[in-house]
């Protein structure tokens, strides 16, 4: 028989994940995305998406940020701006399709 904090442990994550839209924020993670030809980090960072292939170092996005935003969904936020190191102009985080 389960301990009955357990169970309470058990009833409130599931209220939680019910609740996901209200309660759970995103703030930083990294991944590793598998390219076609090697594997890429995909970090996202309080809005911000940034990617250690050279299409995002031209770009400011890539196909593995954009991939990242297709999978996790609304659970975070878009279309943040970065500040082109280069450049210094503002542009999309990521492509908006």
């Not at 169970?7 to 076609?36: C, H, L, N, P, T």
């Not at 090697?38 to 299409?55: I, N």
Request: with cysteine; hydrophobic share 35%; net charge negative.
């Amino acid at each position: 028989m389960l301990p009955s904090t357990h169970i309470a442990d058990v009833e409130k994550s599931m209220r939680y994940a019910q609740e996901s839209d209200d309660r759970i924020v995103f703030k930083r993670f990294d991944v590793s995305v598998e390219g076609d030809h090697r594997s890429h980090t995909v970090s996202y960072d309080e809005g911000l998406w940034t990617c250690d292939c050279e299409g995002y170092e031209h770009n400011n996005y890539c196909g593995h940020t954009m991939t990242m935003e297709r999978v996790l969904g609304e659970m975070v936020r878009l279309g943040e701006l970065a500040i082109a190191e280069s450049s210094g102009e503002a542009v999309p985080a990521t492509a908006q399709a």
